[in-house]
């Protein structure tokens, strides 16, 4: 499988005539390729590992991951498959989930910013601010914000390109201070979907997952879709494409975000920082001390 190539198809970094219909929810790979998607997965995974250190150590740049899509896409087992070998103490996971009142009474992209990583961290988004642009315009539940009339006065296609204006504003604004934004939309179709909430349903192992609001918003399958098309056509952007992910089959898709975190980490090049003299004089003074300098006493 030419991973490369199939990204290429994949990304979106110029949403000018995006259709999200166009784009596919599986590459229809066959099975007996699996155990060599798995190892490409492994060699990234380790590779990641590995830069993840340097990032952390140069502490220069950051990396915000999000990740969007409708239930049962596999959000959850994404960052586990493909960041779980991640040093904890480099990396940040965060879910958004319904916003609180206290989180109602600021702006949309409030409550992201204490999820924002220190440079030299990545950071994981399971949703995020991109639910203004979602649930929110598909529920209409912008229609009740107690917000100002000049605020709400307008049509529903002028307030989603006002907050697709903010977004892009914002991940501008990341950007130039250090981070990369890596958006990755998880593309389930709808027979999958189906295929999985009843496999919650009948594995008594998987009951907890399932919620009956997940019907409710699968019946609006159709709103969310065009939701998601104007999301990604109006901030899909050079310094932030989008990405998105067929999600019929896992193991291709864990593989394909496993690869365009490895690119994104290697093109950031993060190396471990260079001592001045000085420094590595006092680590040679230090060595001295340890290897003849009078043995610790550790029996007290």
């Given at each position: 499988m030419?991973?490369a190539?199939?990204?290429?198809?994949l990304?979106?970094s110029?949403?000018?005539g995006f259709?999200l219909?166009?784009?596919?929810c599986?590459?229809?790979i066959?099975k007996?390729?699996?155990p060599?998607?798995?190892?490409i997965?492994?060699?990234?995974?380790?590779?990641?590992?590995?830069?993840?250190d340097k990032?952390?150590?140069d502490?220069?740049?950051?990396v915000?991951i999000?990740?969007?899509?409708?239930?049962?896409?596999?959000?959850?087992s994404t960052?586990r498959?493909?960041?779980g070998g991640?040093?904890?103490t480099?990396i940040?996971v965060r879910?958004f989930?319904q916003?609180?009142?206290e989180?109602?009474?600021?702006?949309?992209?409030?409550?992201?910013?204490?999820?924002?990583?220190?440079?030299?961290k990545i950071a994981?988004?399971?949703?995020?601010y991109y639910e203004?642009?979602?649930v929110?315009?598909?529920?209409?539940l912008?229609r009740?914000y107690?917000?100002?009339?000049?605020?709400?006065d307008?049509s529903?296609?002028?307030?989603f390109e006002d907050?697709?204006?903010d977004?892009c504003?914002?991940?501008?604004?990341?950007s130039r201070?250090?981070?990369r934004v890596?958006k990755?939309?998880?593309?389930?179709?709808a027979?999958k979907?189906k295929?999985?909430?009843?496999e919650r349903?009948d594995n008594?192992?998987?009951?907890?997952k399932f919620?009956e609001s997940?019907?409710?918003?699968?019946?609006?399958w159709?709103?969310?879709?065009?939701?998601?098309?104007?999301m990604?056509a109006g901030t899909a952007?050079?310094h932030a494409p989008?990405y998105t992910?067929p999600?019929?089959q896992?193991?291709?898709?864990?593989?394909l975000?496993?690869?365009?975190l490895?690119?994104v980490?290697?093109?950031?090049?993060?190396?471990?920082p260079?001592?001045?003299?000085?420094q590595?004089?006092r680590?040679?003074t230090?060595r001295e001390?340890l290897?003849?300098g009078p043995?610790?006493d550790?029996?007290h």
């Amino acid at each position: 499988m030419n991973i490369a190539k199939h990204l290429e198809r994949l990304t979106v970094s110029d949403g000018k005539g995006f259709d999200l219909a166009s784009m596919p929810c599986s590459l229809d790979i066959d099975k007996e390729e699996r155990p060599a998607l798995e190892g490409i997965l492994a060699v990234n995974k380790a590779r990641i590992a590995e830069l993840q250190d340097k990032l952390y150590a140069d502490a220069h740049e950051g990396v915000v991951i999000i990740f969007q899509a409708m239930d049962a896409a596999g959000k959850d087992s994404t960052i586990r498959h493909v960041l779980g070998g991640i040093n904890p103490t480099g990396i940040d996971v965060r879910s958004f989930k319904q916003p609180s009142e206290e989180e109602l009474a600021h702006g949309f992209l409030w409550r992201t910013f204490s999820a924002l990583p220190r440079r030299g961290k990545i950071a994981v988004l399971n949703r995020s601010y991109y639910e203004e642009c979602l649930v929110v315009r598909v529920r209409e539940l912008w229609r009740s914000y107690r917000m100002p009339q000049r605020c709400l006065d307008m049509s529903e296609k002028r307030y989603f390109e006002d907050r697709f204006e903010d977004i892009c504003a914002f991940e501008r604004y990341l950007s130039r201070m250090g981070f990369r934004v890596v958006k990755i939309f998880l593309n389930v179709s709808a027979d999958k979907q189906k295929e999985r909430f009843l496999e919650r349903i009948d594995n008594e192992a998987k009951n907890w997952k399932f919620s009956e609001s997940d019907l409710s918003e699968r019946v609006r399958w159709d709103d969310y879709q065009r939701a998601y098309e104007e999301m990604i056509a109006g901030t899909a952007t050079r310094h932030a494409p989008w990405y998105t992910i067929p999600a019929d089959q896992k193991w291709v898709a864990r593989a394909l975000v496993s690869q365009i975190l490895r690119d994104v980490l290697e093109d950031i090049d993060p190396r471990y920082p260079d001592l001045p003299d000085e420094q590595k004089a006092r680590l040679s003074t230090c060595r001295e001390l340890l290897t003849d300098g009078p043995a610790a006493d550790v029996d007290h």
